[in-house]
């Protein structure tokens, strides 16, 4: 009987074992697959996090690309507008009687602007050569004066008045040695002059007074700032129309120094010149002698010297010398 009893206890305890070790196995399973869901929680969590930061980046660029275009439909409306202004302001001044014909001062605006007419062009017999010199006078003018006497070179001069009036004293000097002074503008602004074509003239005529008052020569070329192509096509034709009614002439350019930007070096602007004059019939060289231009002054010599010995003569424009145009 005792030996039953026994036999009992020890299966009790044998199943109790097993019981235990199935129920610590399901456990240490449950507790591997709790892990595992907060490993991919925490995952999940991170992937959410990264997916709002891109999806607010792609909000605050999209907001962007809309405030973009509604910038750019507001530009493209007041374009939009100024045309319409622009054409009916033509319109209108179409309609009334043709008064800019004459120069009688109680019509004309700017009843003294006018220059001489045109004269017969002249072709070049010889190779020419035609310097330029832009947006002067300053404190370097006379020293490229001096080195145009060296080589009996004339050129042409498209003076600036605005912070260049100190300097006055040189426009009669640039007369006196031969060379052609002409006019570039007073201020030299181009959301200013290119305005409208009443804007231009006003800037226009305090340049010419500017220039008349301090060497008594009437100067009859001119250059637009930028370029004839670089203001609205409507305005810069309507000014080309009435300056030349007024007796003026405008040149731009066909070989450029690139001296315009203040990181170009003496080298730059001699190869820019020397290896492209070439290239044009007749070749209008732009330089500026304005405040700063340096690496022109040093170019210079070596410009001359070079284009003397290709067999170049240097003139200065006039209205016998064939326009060079971008329009």
């Not at 007041?78 to 120069?103: G, P, R, V, Y």
């Not at 005529?205 to 930028?226: A, C, H, I, M, Q």
Request: hydrophobic letters at 30%; proline letters at 3%.
């Amino acid at each position: 009987m005792k030996k039953k009893t026994l036999i009992t206890v020890l299966a009790c305890i044998v199943l109790l074992l097993c019981s235990s070790g199935f129920l610590g196995f399901q456990y240490l399973n449950l507790n591997g697959r709790c892990q595992t869901l907060e490993t991919q929680a925490s995952q999940l969590q991170k992937d959410n996090s990264e997916l709002n930061t891109q999806l607010s980046d792609s909000n605050a660029k999209l907001e962007e690309k809309e405030a973009y275009l509604d910038g750019q439909k507001e530009y493209i409306s007041e374009l939009s507008h100024q045309i319409d202004t622009l054409a009916e302001n033509k319109d209108s001044e179409d309609s009334e009687e043709d008064s800019s014909s004459t120069k009688d001062s109680g019509s004309d605006p700017y009843p003294s602007l006018y220059a001489e007419g045109f004269g017969p062009l002249e072709e070049d017999t010889e190779k020419t050569a035609y310097l330029t010199f832009d947006d002067g006078p300053s404190s370097l003018t006379p020293k490229v004066l001096d080195l145009l006497d060296e080589y009996d070179a004339k050129a042409t001069f498209f003076v600036v008045c605005k912070n260049n009036e100190e300097y006055a004293k040189y426009l009669p000097e640039i007369v006196k040695r031969g060379h052609t002074l002409a006019l570039h503008s007073y201020s030299h602004s181009y959301s200013q002059i290119y305005a409208s074509q009443d804007a231009f003239l006003s800037d226009f005529e305090k340049v010419y007074d500017w220039v008349v008052e301090n060497t008594g020569y009437t100067p009859s070329l001119f250059r637009f700032p930028g370029g004839s192509n670089n203001g609205s096509s409507y305005v810069v034709t309507e000014i080309i129309d009435e300056l030349e009614r007024r007796g003026f002439q405008y040149f731009d350019w066909n070989v450029s120094s690139g001296d315009g930007s203040n990181l170009t070096t003496r080298e730059n602007i001699i190869d820019n010149i020397c290896n492209n004059i070439g290239n044009a019939e007749h070749p209008v060289v732009l330089m500026h002698d304005g405040s700063g231009k340096n690496a022109t002054l040093s170019a210079l010599p070596t410009v001359l010297k070079r284009l003397s010995e290709k067999g170049y003569e240097f003139r200065a424009l006039d209205k016998t010398v064939p326009s060079v145009h971008y329009r």
